[in-house]
């Protein structure tokens, strides 16, 4: 069972069904800053692997190119298991304008690899997980990228939150979105490892 401290906001059920191919999507819905959390979205019966699924959300396109850059498709294709922390389209426009074209330059590919793996982690983490792993280390979770930095899980305001190598945070908003290799998670902004 779900920890309830996570929860998907509003609007994420049409994520989680474009994630998993689902014939029919709702327009996802802004929530207020103190919008109560959601439950979380249920399992659906076709399962694709990680990128498929975000080749599926319209709300990842910019992901995608990222990964198609990086040469990540077939990495991210293969058995796994991973967990992914997804930036949205929202999240990659609210870098400093230039920098997602300067990342998808060819000299940037190694940066750009970098960015993006620092969004996985080995293994698969669901919100259970998670929230286990953060309340066994006393309120913070240390998870290790297969950058190889580190990102600093807590729970604010019943919200997964993430903290970055540079200071930098992104909310988890939609869980456990199961792919045949792994899960991803939904987060509001782009995580930035150590420079």
Not at 4 to 20: D, E
Not at 43 to 55: C, D, H
Not at 81 to 109: C, H, I, R, W
Not at 174 to 180: P, Y
Request: charged share 15%; proline share 7%.
């Amino acid at each position: 069972m779900i920890d309830p401290k996570i929860r998907i906001l509003a609007g994420a059920s049409a994520i989680a069904m474009a994630f998993t191919l689902a014939a029919c999507s709702q327009p996802e819905e802004p929530a207020a800053p103190d919008a109560a959390p959601m439950a979380t979205a249920e399992p659906a019966a076709m399962e694709t692997n990680i990128v498929a699924g975000a080749q599926a959300s319209p709300d990842h396109t910019t992901l995608v190119t990222a990964i198609q850059t990086a040469g990540l498709v077939e990495t991210l294709s293969g058995p796994g298991p991973f967990t992914v922390f997804a930036p949205t389209n929202a999240a990659f426009e609210k870098l400093p304008a230039g920098t997602v074209d300067t990342l998808m330059q060819p000299d940037s590919k190694d940066m750009l690899t970098s960015v993006l793996t620092y969004h996985v982690v080995a293994g698969e983490m669901k919100a259970a997980d998670l929230m286990a792993a953060i309340e066994a280390g006393g309120g913070t979770a240390t998870l290790t990228t297969v950058e190889g930095d580190n990102l600093t899980a807590t729970v604010v305001n019943g919200a997964v939150q993430l903290t970055d190598a540079r200071g930098g945070t992104a909310m988890v908003t939609a869980t456990d979105l199961d792919q045949s290799n792994g899960v991803i998670h939904v987060v509001d902004t782009v995580l930035m490892p150590a420079e």
